[in-house]
């Protein structure tokens, strides 16, 4: 057991930390949540001898700075600390500064049940910032074009002629056609030497996709209403353009008697899956191997998302690997993608 820990609750602008030494209370006090708050609390737990700090975070400057002190830091989820008030306290109240203490308790009794936090390497920091802007971004990107969707629905569903709205060249072609009025001169020709402009790799034939634009539901708009919804799909068109980009691994196995079938497996740890898919969907891209199983995957039938699955578990073989050898991953030593090579040349 430690001697001295302490507990920190942490709140966006205020800190409550507990300070125990063997279960009895030394010092309760609250940091504000500022650069001289923070500086003063890592000083003064240093200066104090704490051994090992508590709080209900993975991450953030505050962390990052206690980690900076020399200090051994534990992240405990908000659940386990719900669960261990019961522990220290008959009634079942909550408080910033009875959660300080828990904290404090729990470092000091429960350490081995959690896990201590290591400096991240700027290479790590900069991966994470990166998957949970993208992930971020992408949540963005749905609710845009949910918007967007909405909006030509109401007035334009001609317009709808892609099979993703948010693709480049659909919001190249609402760039370009925001409006019915916009498209009233579109034939067959034009349409067609739009498309080659744009880079179109569809094989739907330009003039299949005129009828479809003629034969769709007419609105019945005003010249007032459908400059306004003229303007909002292109402000729509303009915030997604900037954002566009293409977007569990394991399968689960169900059996009963003769019956085996593989199905998506929801139970899992959503961010390291969505971080996985992002590695596989951007490496596809450039990395010969990751690219060559994607395309496999992909003449067996599988749809994009499937095959990005499958791509997936293919690079966690490779990282797992690399974490039980505790060595960065090296093309030399990556066998299939040294194969392929081979076999290319």
Known sequence: MAGMTAG????????KVCISNEGEVLERFSVTDDERGIAGLSRR????????????????????????????????????????????????????RFDAYVLA????????????????????????????????????RVELANQLRAQLQAFWPGALLFAALDSSISLAFLKRYPSPGDAKGLGGGRMAAFLAREGYTGRTDPAELVARMRSAPQGTAGTAEQQA????????????????????????????GKL?????????????????????????RWHPWAGEVYRRARARGQDHPHAIRTLGRAWIRVLWRCWRDEVPYNPARHGNFNRLQTAGG
């Open 8 to 15: 920190i609750d942490w709140a966006s602008e205020a800190h």
């Open 45 to 96: 737990l240093t200066k104090l001898g704490v051994d090992r700090v508590a709080i209900e975070r993975p991450d953030g400057i505050l962390v990052e700075r206690l980690l900076t002190a020399g200090l051994e830091v534990l992240a405990i989820h908000p659940n386990q600390v719900k669960a261990a008030r019961a522990r220290f306290a008959v009634a079942h109240g909550k408080s910033d």
């Open 105 to 140: 308790e729990l470092a000091r009794t429960d350490a081995h049940r959690f896990r201590v936090l290591v400096p991240d390497t700027e290479e790590t920091k900069a991966l994470r910032t990166l998957t949970r802007a993208r992930e971020d971004l992408v949540g963005v």
């Open 229 to 256: 919804r003229r303007a909002v799909v292109l402000g729509l068109v303009s915030a997604l353009e900037p954002i566009v980009a293409d977007a569990g691994m394991s399968p689960v196995a169900l059996e009963s």
């Open 260 to 284: 085996r079938v593989a199905t998506f497996r929801r139970a899992c740890d959503k961010r390291l899956r969505l971080a996985v898919a992002t590695l596989a969907d951007s490496t596809r």
